[in-house]
Nanobody, 115 residues
């Protein structure tokens, strides 16, 4: 499985940040696979944002839940983070995991929130 993130590198405060992860080499509906978004603010550690499972169920970080929505379309999944502030600046990664202990990440994409 390979993952590739895409989306705008600059988002204005209060807008919605939308990123897409294209999946190749496997199907996002394969049983027992999970499709995550993770971010890393500058100078800080990784923060898990949420995931969508192979069945379409979702689970979000409680601290971000009110602003987060993960969707899928074909063999890609997307992150939508609303009402962004400069604190949402960072590198965003899509990650695939499975109940068989697979863990695969994309290269990451830089997002800056600034007016």
């Amino acid at each position: 499985v390979q993952l590739q993130e895409s989306g705008p590198g600059l988002v204005k405060p209060s807008q919605t940040l939308s990123l897409t992860c294209d999946v190749s080499g496997g199907s996002i509906t394969t049983d027992y696979w999970y499709w995550h978004w993770v971010r890393q603010p500058p100078g800080k550690g990784l923060e898990w944002i949420g995931y969508m499972s192979w069945s379409g169920s979702t689970y979000y970080n409680p601290s971000l839940k009110s602003r987060t929505y993960i969707s899928r379309d074909g063999n890609r999944f997307s992150l939508h983070l609303s009402s962004v502030t400069p604190e949402d600046t960072g590198v965003y990664y899509c990650v695939a995991s499975s109940d068989y202990r697979h863990l695969i990440g994309g290269q990451g994409t830089q997002v800056t929130v600034s007016s």
